[in-house]
């Protein structure tokens, strides 16, 4: 897998999950302020509506939506997952709230980071 990332995007959610789950995975920063990625690929190229996070997985296909991204994560190894394998005592949450809770976990570091953008947090 390949993580698409900017420093202090809402990309960092799936990063976290990616490091809890112990998943390999391939990092690559992308420039949000160009949309360039460290080698200079032209990330529109990649990714058309020029956002992270982006997952590619091993097959080549992307992936984008952090809330989605951080679903797969979380089952890449049910062991390791988070919210528990599907199905199971580990994830007792009923399908709409889990899906509300992860939405608030994407969003969470945009917040915070619209908050250092307002010079809000030193
Ligand atoms: N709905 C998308 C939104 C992703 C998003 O807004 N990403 C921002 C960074 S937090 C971005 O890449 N912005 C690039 C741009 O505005 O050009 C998701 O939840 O993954």
């Known amino acids: 897998m390949k993580l698409y990332y900017a ?3 809402c990309s960092l959610a799936v ?5 809890e789950v112990g998943a390999p ?3 690559v ?4 302020a160009r949309h360039v990625t ?3 690929t032209n990330y529109f190229d990649i990714s058309p509506r020029g ?8 097959d080549g296909s992307r992936h984008t939506e952090a809330a989605s991204l951080l679903k797969y994560v979380a089952d890449v190894d049910p062991t390791q997952a988070p919210i528990g394998p599907a199905g199971s005592a580990r994830r007792p949450i009923s399908s709409p709230n889990l899906q509300a809770h992860v939405e ?3 969003q969470r570091p945009r917040e915070q980071a619209a908050l ?3 010079g809000r947090v030193p």
Not at 15 to 19: G, V
Not at 29 to 32: I, Q
Request: negative net charge; aromatic residues 6%; charged residues 20%.
């Open 116 to 118: 250092v953008a307002e």
């Open 29 to 32: 920063a992308v420039d949000l």
């Open 38 to 40: 460290a080698d200079g």
């Open 15 to 19: 990063h976290i999950a990616l490091r």
């Open 7 to 9: 420093p202090g995007a």
């Open 104 to 106: 608030r976990v994407a």
């Open 25 to 27: 995975f391939d990092s």
């Open 51 to 58: 956002y992270v996070p982006l997952l590619q997985l091993d």
